[in-house]
């Protein structure tokens, strides 16, 4: 543990709390993209089997705890209890294309040919690009609300805060983990064009748009 992975995590969290206070104050879905959701609880799910075969920490445990109870709980949200305001004809990106490609993937390259270790890193894979869904339909619809935009800037935060975790740990324990790495930075880099946007636009009170 260190300051970077801290701060991660609870940017991660931040991230979490601002989609489903915003969900459950409006009681709406409006502007959330439900397979984004889909994708996130497929990557939690396949990463944190592990919970099944090994302890490392009571932190490490609450937080994967924490991290799959809200992704099915904000999909629990999206799909029954605020249905109607879920926006599915903008929603229309082929998650397919990203779950299969991210399978196969993983099992050509990973640390270990066994089962738990690919389905870590398909999740790995997957959540590099879990956010296109939501990403394509802010494009679509041309505009983010201010709160949706500070979710995915929260979202982006967490993932760009692991990038220093990554160097901050090889520089002190001469560790690396080259799939977690470019898989990171590819998901970092998704974020850039709406981290430009949100610096210069929602932070001045400005709606965010994205080019379609």
Known sequence: MNIFRLTGDISHLI???????????TRSCAGISGKSQILFAIVYT??????LTAYVSLYN??????????????????????????DQNHDTFRIEFLVAPAFVLALLINHEFSILEILWT????????AILPQLFMVSKTGEAE???????????????LYIFNWIYRYATES???LIAIVAGVVQTVLYCDF????VTKVLHGKKLQLPA
């Open 15 to 25: 991230a979490i709390i601002i989609l489903l206070q915003k969900i459950w104050r």
């Open 122 to 129: 398909f999740s790995i894979y997957l959540e590099s690009v």
């Open 175 to 177: 560790h690396y983990d």
């Open 61 to 86: 445990t609450f937080m994967k705890f924490i991290f799959l109870a809200t992704s099915y709980a904000t999909i629990y949200l999206i799909y029954m209890k605020f249905k109607a305001t879920y």
């Open 46 to 51: 396949t990463r944190y089997l592990d919970l």
């Open 195 to 198: 981290f430009y946007l949100y």
């Open 146 to 160: 201010s709160i949706t935009s500070h979710y995915l800037f929260a979202l982006g935060s967490y993932r760009a």
